[in-house]
């Protein structure tokens, strides 16, 4: 039953994380690390790749793929919360993440979404 429910939340999950990415990408052109080009293109291609792999996951068939794309793509975006770290965050409101959180974020949030994913990719 828990990976049932699992199997509709993750989707939900990585396809809202990718639509935000469209819908207020400034936020994310803020963490992107500054010696990668194409702030633009990297925060279009990861929401793209959220929606994508919220969408396979969605599917019996392609999900195991899935959860292996997201787990990748979690390694991936280590750099951006490291970045987090160094910079600090501000949400749009204004308000700052503290830095313990920044750090929960990447140690052990990151860890525990891969894991979810390789909990529930069957």
């Known amino acids: 039953m828990f990976k049932k429910i699992n ?13 935000n990415h469209f819908w207020h990408p400034q936020g994310y052109y803020k963490i992107i690390p500054y010696y990668l080009p194409y702030h633009v ?14 969408v396979l996951f969605l599917f019996s068939k392609t999900r195991t793929l899935a959860a292996y794309g997201i787990i990748v793509m979690l390694i991936a975006f280590i750099p951006a919360h490291i970045v987090m770290i160094q910079n600090g965050f501000c949400l749009i409101n204004g308000y700052c993440l503290p830095l313990w ?17 390789w909990s529930c990719r069957k």
């Not at 959180?101 to 994913?117: D, E, S």
Request: proline residues 5%.
């Open 101 to 117: 959180a920044l750090w929960v974020r990447l140690f052990p949030l990151q860890f525990l979404l891969m894991w979810w994913a």
């Open 41 to 54: 293109f990297i925060n279009q291609f990861s929401g793209a790749a959220e929606i994508i792999l919220g």
């Open 7 to 19: 199997h509709i939340i993750i989707p939900i999950f990585y396809i809202g994380a990718g639509i």
